[in-house]
């Protein structure tokens, strides 16, 4: 059975840091992103990672501040976020892909895990 488990949502206040895990499990991934969605907002691309190399894809909103890796000993994805705003307060989910174009289409993902909800408070 394909999962996704995410994990290390929260709430902060603005300029503090979060860690979020992405764990997935079921098959190989090639390709390993995470979005965003706020409420009344549509699904926003975060950033992408390739599994094999560790190639990395930023949304511009986040460059500089987030940084995506992986640990493939432990089968984990990680998206640090750094000097948090209230603009990055939104459900943050992990999706997955067999392919390894770097994408940052939604539609091009075929597996998602739940989400987990960061607050960024003022």
């Known amino acids: 059975q394909v999962q996704l488990v995410e994990s290390g949502g929260g709430l902060v206040q603005t300029g503090g840091s979060l860690r979020l895990s992405c764990v997935p499990s079921?098959?190989?991934?090639?390709?390993v992103a995470w979005f965003r969605q706020a409420p009344g907002d549509d699904r926003e691309f975060v950033a992408a990672?390739?599994?094999?190399?560790?190639?990395?894809y930023y949304a511009d909103s986040v460059k500089g501040r987030f940084t995506i890796s992986r640990d493939t000993a432990k089968s984990v994805v990680h998206l640090q976020m750094n000097s948090l705003k209230t603009e990055d307060t939104a459900v943050y989910s992990c999706?997955?892909?067999?392919?390894?174009?770097?994408?940052?289409?939604?539609?091009?993902?075929?597996?998602w895990g739940q989400g987990t909800q960061v607050t960024v408070s003022s």
């Open positions: 990672i390739t599994w094999s190399g560790g190639s990395t």
């Open positions: 999706a997955a892909k067999l392919g390894l174009f770097l994408t940052p289409k939604s539609a091009d993902y075929n597996y």
């Open positions: 079921g098959r190989a991934f090639s390709t």
